[in-house]
């Protein structure tokens, strides 16, 4: 069955940088382009950046533009998203998403937590 887990959350401070990683299993992770999301609380679900599946191209919300770096390795499998001049309003659990050209983001992973503060 198709897996998706993140990791590499945690507590930075406003400027630091954080790199999450999203480990893909039960689907041919080649095939397919992938996003990150995150959910701040009491927010809703924000779309953050996109890959396409051999990442030749890669898409980014405005409020993380110059800010964030998707890329993927499909030899590992691996979706990541380099996180650098956080702000607080980064805030949120982070989610990796498969983006079936159907479906849709079909499979989400349980995210992980990002935390930006002084």
């Known amino acids: 069955q198709v897996q998706l887990v993140e990791s590499g959350g945690g507590l930075a401070q406003p400027g630091g940088s954080l790199r999450l990683s999203c480990a893909a299993s039960?689907?041919?992770?080649?095939?397919?382009?992938m996003s990150w999301a995150r959910q701040a609380p009491g927010k809703g679900l924000e779309w953050v950046s996109g890959i396409y599946s051999d990442g030749s191209d890669t898409y980014y919300a405005d409020s993380v533009k110059g800010r964030f770096t998707i890329s993927r390795d499909n030899a590992k499998n691996t979706v990541y998203l380099q996180m650098n001049s956080l702000k607080p309003e980064d805030t949120a659990l982070y989610y990796c998403?498969?983006?079936?050209?159907?479906?849709?983001?079909?499979?989400w992973g349980q995210g992980t937590q990002v935390t930006v503060s002084s």
């Open positions: 998403a498969k983006d079936d050209v159907v479906a849709g983001w079909d499979y």
């Open positions: 039960g689907f041919t992770f080649s095939s397919y382009a």
